[in-house]
């Protein structure tokens, strides 16, 4: 059984995070080969691939290239997670249909140009194909011209949030499930803070990642936004092979969902206990015995 772990061209063997999944998966028998994603007519992606199955792991350039992302992977015969669980996730106005659902979310609004209905206190203003803080900006109360102004420069619709400002203290915590199944928990600084400092590159913002042991109400919310989205998308958690649940306190502490990540998530094997990579390594195979 052979698995390729799609990345981008600019990060041909991954961005580091999941260094340990190659050997974990070669312990249970499973062959594993980065694959750059991309267009045929590309010439630095890998269009060949005798894989079985195709899993999403580093295609951290997608949001700039989200439509051709999702013909790519539409293109995959077998994608993990799959095409169509991606084209819901790649756009962030899944949390409205979230919302819908009876999960607690940071209150969203999607945002079009002209769109008044702007938060009383400060709020956020980010694109809702995005990842990495990339053109999320924090906006004092009131400064509607400022919040006005990004939307026009992000050049497309835009979700607009109250900043919940208890993170500036307590952080993000981020839940991850390998098939469906908790398997460990990190922490990540505000992001939207002034002593955030911007990676050399210049592409995204360098985060604060800690270990985290959630508690109760966190661990809850986490399990009751998988059964959600696995109930909108039609899907048995299972057929999930990572997801990775960012929750953020709101204003009376409760948790709220910040973002359901099902592309191209970080999954913190760094911070998590050495058994990480073994059992993702294990929901892997676990879909290769599924396949038809
Ligand atoms: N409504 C919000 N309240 C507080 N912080 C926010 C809010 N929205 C975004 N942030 C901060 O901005 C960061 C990036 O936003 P996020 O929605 O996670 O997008 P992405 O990680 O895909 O770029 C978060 O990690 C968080 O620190
Ligand atoms: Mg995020």
Redesign the pocket.
């Known amino acids: 059984m052979k698995v390729a772990l799609a990345t981008c061209a600019s990060l041909p063997a991954g961005d580091g995070d999941d260094a340990d999944v190659p050997g974990a998966l070669a312990d249970i028998g499973v062959e594993s080969a980065w694959l750059r994603w991309g267009p045929e007519t590309d010439t630095d992606t890998d269009t060949d691939t005798d894989a079985d199955l195709v899993v999403l792991r580093s295609t951290w350039d997608y949001p700039e290239r989200a439509a051709e992302f999702l013909s790519w992977c539409e293109s995959v015969p077998v994608l993990a997670n799959p095409a169509g669980v991606v084209k819901w996730n790649l756009d962030?106005a899944y949390l409205v249909d979230l919302i819908e659902a009876g999960v607690p979310v940071?209150p969203t609004a999607v945002a079009t140009p002209g769109f008044d209905a702007w938060p009383e206190g400060e709020?956020?203003v980010?694109p809702t194909v995005?990842?990495?803080?990339?053109?999320?900006l924090?906006v004092a109360a009131g400064d509607h011209e400022a919040a006005a102004a990004h939307l026009a420069g992000l050049g497309g619709p835009a979700?607009v949030?109250?900043?919940?400002?208890d993170?500036d203290h307590v952080g993000?915590t981020a839940l991850v499930f390998f098939g469906g199944r908790y398997s460990h928990a990190f922490t990540?600084?505000?992001?939207?803070v002034p002593d955030t400092v911007t990676d050399p590159t210049g592409l995204y913002l360098v985060e604060r990642l800690d270990r985290a042991e959630p508690d109760a109400a966190r661990r809850r919310t986490a399990e009751d936004v998988l059964d959600a989205a696995t109930g909108l998308l039609g899907v048995r958690r299972a057929d999930l092979l990572y997801a990775r649940v960012?929750l953020?306190p709101g204003v009376d502490g409760r948790p709220l969902l910040?973002?359901l990540?099902l592309v191209e998530p970080s999954l913190g094997f760094g911070l998590a206990d050495p058994g990480a990579p073994a059992r993702f390594a294990s929901a892997v195979r676990a879909a290769l015995v599924d396949l038809p």
């Open positions: 962030k940071v709020f956020v980010k995005g990842a990495g803080s990339r053109g999320a924090r979700l949030q109250p900043y919940q400002a993170v993000e990540k600084g505000a992001m939207l960012d953020i910040l973002e990540e």
